[in-house]
């Protein structure tokens, strides 16, 4: 499922432990949680301190978690997109565009080792679907390449023989990369990488 939310959307995730108790109704922990949730001005973790702080001392058996995300636009200036076609030169041309943009963004240093992530994942794509293939480059804490598919299938790491040509480029992402994954999206799915950015030690998921 995707949903279009607008800049400054609250999300919050959170298990029945926290609005559920032995002795309540489970509508009145809903209502206490929004009524928790209700300023908009208050930091994430102000927010999360309201929400729990109102937690009854008898609660259910189960444990009680929350998680609070906010939505924000990026600087479309931190962003980079390329679509290309599912043939052997995407691999060539996803390289060579993301070399560039990292020159344009002072990224340099950066360079061999996105164009290696970004190779590798733009070949997995065009090995395993059929339709064009979509790179991105996100500059906000951390660098991120994503690059979308047609294959519904997440991806798998291997492990490759001594002999073996192939199956070693998702353990190269995965050296490569301070974290990689994947997630589903409607028409295929997508597998990212992140990497931190020079002078810094990371800053968190982008």
């Known amino acids: ?24 109704d489970i509508e009145d922990g809903m209502h206490r949680l929004a009524t928790a949730l209700a300023e908009p001005r208050q930091s994430l973790e102000e927010l999360c301190t309201r929400a729990t702080a109102g ?4 609660t ?4 009680a978690t929350l998680l609070l ?3 924000r636009v990026l600087n479309p200036a931190k962003v980079a997109c390329w679509t290309l076609p599912c043939d052997g030169s995407a691999a060539g041309r996803a390289r060579n565009l993301a070399d560039r943009q990292l020159t344009d963004w002072g990224l340099d240093d950066l360079g061999d080792s996105t164009k290696l992530i970004v190779s590798e994942l733009v070949t997995n794509a065009v090995r395993h679907s059929s339709g064009p293939v979509t790179v991105r480059l996100k500059r906000h804490r951390v660098l991120t390449c994503e690059v979308f598919d ?25 050296q490569l990369s301070r974290r990689w994954g994947s997630r589903s999206v409607s ?3 997508v597998v990212w990488a992140e990497q931190d ?10």
């Not at 499922?1 to 309540?24: F, K, N, Q, V, W």
């Not at 259910?60 to 444990?63: E, G, I, K, V």
């Not at 073996?164 to 995965?174: A, H, I, P, T, Y």
């Open 1 to 24: 499922m995707e949903l279009e939310l607008p800049e400054g959307s609250l999300l919050a995730l959170y298990t029945d432990g926290l609005i559920e108790t032995r002795s309540g």
């Open 55 to 58: 937690i009854p001392r008898q």
């Open 187 to 189: 028409g295929g799915k």
């Open 60 to 63: 259910s058996h189960d444990d």
């Open 69 to 71: 995300v906010r939505t």
């Open 197 to 206: 950015l020079p002078g810094t030690s990371g800053g968190g998921p982008s």
């Open 150 to 174: 047609t294959d519904t299938c997440a991806p798998r790491p291997r492990r490759a023989g001594s002999s073996d040509e192939n199956g070693r480029g998702l353990l190269l992402v995965g």
